[in-house]
């Protein structure tokens, strides 16, 4: 029997009904996103106490206490400080996940569920690294994957995945196309018949994972927030686990208030720069163009109106960035030894146009390298060349 904390469970965020957290959902029968109420603990002294990886806020965590956690020793990774335009900086080095991206972040708790559910397969949709991560973690835990990628994206990527030991399946006609596949995999009838749907964007499950991101940013500035946190937003997994983290602190009485929230989104792909410049509160419909920044070009993002609330809602902003600015971030960044791929130098790019914009007196900034440029080297070499 699994034990959970009383009154936990699933709540749909437009018809708030609600589901067990031992049930294998992921999506309301209205269609709705789900979230999952709970209550977390935090305990300075015991987090103190446990080992350098995201566990150590296994009380934070929603998932059963008596279930082993599908783990490859992943988190509490390096903050360094630095200086962007001037400012005084601090950079999250998310890269050095075991599979190379924040993403195992989410997939170690979501297969860890999966895993105490009993889940025999599971199916992803990705243009790469959450694909990845699910798949690694899936290798872990013993669990079959699927996962379902548009046909343009990076073969490094592509062949990790497979390594993983996963099946991979292209889908012509982008990141919605390949979506939708994944979805009618989840709900097939034919054998293999029904899956878990490991979906970064859907399962609950995986932001319970990147909201480790900000409970560490809290402990490594010495248990206090930061000003403002500047990040990548395609489908928005890290920023919303860090929004969701931060207001979980501030709950618990551990911070005073979250963070200002600044999202970064190619110009190529911008739903949600737009939306924002529009005073919008849902994803603008826009054209796609190419974009070094691949993991980021999501034109129609499924929690894109929680996105920019939660920007709004900490008084952040949303900035796009050119292929040019893309392109020098990564350049300048490999340069003094940071080896990160275009997605992250993207992220980086807005946070040199937030700093160059005007950073308060004693401002506390934090960003992430949300990627590892191995995992995409044959973009950065012809970018470096």
Known sequence: MLERRPAEHFVCTRCGAR???????????????????????????????????????????????????????????????????????????????????????????????????????????????????????AARAGIACDVYVPDGASPEKLAQIRAYGARVHPVAGGRSAAAAAALQAVEATEPPGPAYYASHVWNPFFLHGTKTFAFELWEQLNWKAPDTVVLPVGNGSLLLGAALGFEELVAAGMISAPPRLVAVQAEACAPLATAFDQDEGLPAAVGVQPTLAEGIAVPEPVRGAQVLAAVRRTGGQVISVTEEEIAAALRAWWRVGYALEPTAAAALAGLSRYAAQGARPREVIVSAITGHGLKAMGHVAALLD
Do not use: M
């Open 19 to 137: 589901y067990p957290l031992s049930a294998p959902v992921w999506r309301c029968t209205c269609g709705g996103l789900l979230a999952i109420a709970y209550t977390p603990r935090f305990d300075r002294r015991q987090i103190t106490r446990l080992g350098p990886t995201l566990w150590r806020y296994r009380d934070a965590l929603p998932l059963p206490k008596d279930v082993d956690a599908v783990s490859l020793g992943e988190g509490y990774t390096p903050l360094l400080h630095g200086r962007v335009a001037g400012v005084p900086v601090y950079l999250k080095q998310d890269h050095l996940f075991p599979t190379g991206s924040f993403k195992d972040r989410g997939a170690a708790v979501l297969i860890s569920q999966a895993a105490a559910l009993g889940v025999r397969r599971v199916v992803e949709d990705s243009s790469g690294n959450a694909g990845s991560a699910i798949a690694a973690y």
